[in-house]
């Protein structure tokens, strides 16, 4: 490198946490700018994170996942991504969850939310939260519900450029002390990605334009129980909109079946122990793991349920908004 070329430079580490939709995303109305068919409704969960570390400014472009150098087509989103900072220099990008990836349990979420997080302080680009939404959205859909903790409407928007199509808190973590219990089924990634599972539904399922069209109704009537903090009434949608989701895909030609004989047994525990008065409701994502909905007082009694029927659950609460760890300030550097 010529002696007299000067070079952006800075690193920055940001934290996210997944979010889990109670109501659902499952089409997109505009593939490009990742739009989507259907407002959606999320809560955002801790412990679980990514821990996303930009190194704006190194020798090569490169993703290290998990200690592990990734060669594949992660990497390409994670670098289109960054590309809509703007000219960038070469980048290192070194991530981890601590939880199992690409399962269904929103790793993407917070994976593309940790990204920008981390990148925008990298890069000194210091965008506005909206601004890092709509890049987050850009990268994988539900991540625009991972930049703000706690209870999360992302609106389908109505501009055709898709800028006002981002997450927006409505409750902040600490509004309502809920309990989602993740049941592991499988931990491995999941046989058919979200992006190319929803995008076969639109395609050939009959019963996608029901979803699409009962949708919107189930987001406002979410909106309204969260606020209100009625579990009973936020519940029934959360597990209709879920049941919704997968009914449309199953209807797919061919169909898509995330669902494993594990996945019953723990909707039966779920549905057992509703009809023995304990206020629980299930939802499922793009694969076989079932999370359950509950209040913290009935946590514990819901995870010895599920052990009874050999079946494992993590509890997770509600978390907070996508944040900077640490940063080294951003320099042009004169080498
Ligand atoms: C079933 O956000 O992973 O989890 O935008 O194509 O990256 P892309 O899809 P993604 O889809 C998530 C689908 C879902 C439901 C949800 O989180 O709302």
């Given amino acids: 490198m010529p002696a007299d070329r000067t070079a952006t430079h800075g690193v920055a580490t940001a934290v996210a946490h997944p979010n889990i939709a109670l109501c659902k995303y499952w089409g997109k109305r505009d593939a490009a700018l990742n739009l989507p068919s259907t407002p959606s409704l999320s809560l955002t969960l801790a412990p679980f994170r990514t821990e996303t570390t930009v190194v704006w400014g190194a020798e090569r472009d490169r993703v290290v996942f998990n200690g592990v150098e990734n060669t594949g087509g992660e990497g390409r989103k994670i670098f289109a991504t960054l590309d809509r900072f703007g000219e960038r220099p070469?980048?290192?990008i070194h991530t981890g969850n601590d939880f199992p990836?690409?399962?269904?349990?929103?790793?993407?979420?917070?994976g593309f939310a940790a990204l920008v997080v981390a990148a925008n302080a990298a890069s000194g680009a210091n965008l506005s939260d909206v601004e890092l939404a709509v890049l987050a959205r850009q990268g994988s859909g539900s991540a625009t519900r991972s930049l703000q903790g706690g209870w999360v409407e992302w609106a389908m928007g109505e501009r055709d450029d898709g800028l006002d199509s981002h997450g927006v808190a409505i409750a902040p973590a600490d509004h309502w002390d809920?309990?989602?219990l993740v049941v592991l089924v499988r931990s491995g990634p999941k046989e058919i990605g979200s992006t190319e599972g929803m995008n076969h539904t639109m395609r050939t399922s009959p019963y996608y334009p029901a979803w699409v069209e009962h949708a919107p109704k189930d987001v406002v009537e979410?909106?309204?129980?969260?606020?209100?903090?009625?579990?009973?009434?936020?519940?029934?949608?959360?597990?209709?909109?879920?049941?919704?989701?997968?009914?449309?895909?199953?209807?797919?030609?061919?169909a898509v079946m995330y669902w494993k004989p594990e996945t019953m047994r723990a909707l039966e525990v779920v549905r057992t122990a509703r009809k023995s008065g304990i206020g629980v409701w299930a939802t499922m994502d793009a694969g076989p793991n079932v999370k359950a909905l509950c209040s913290a007082a009935d946590a514990a009694t819901m995870a010895a349920l599920f052990a009874e029927a050999s079946l494992s659950a993590q509890v997770l609460h509600p978390g907070g908004a996508a944040r900077v760890v640490t940063t080294a300030p951003w320099r042009e550097t004169a080498r």
């Fill in 101 to 110: 990836t690409a399962a269904g349990l929103a790793s993407s979420a917070s």
């Fill in 178 to 180: 809920v309990r989602m």
């Fill in 90 to 92: 070469p980048c290192e």
């Fill in 222 to 254: 979410a909106r309204e129980a969260v606020l209100a903090r009625d579990l009973e009434k936020l519940g029934a949608i959360t597990e209709r909109s879920a049941l919704r989701m997968h009914a449309s895909m199953i209807a797919a030609d061919p």
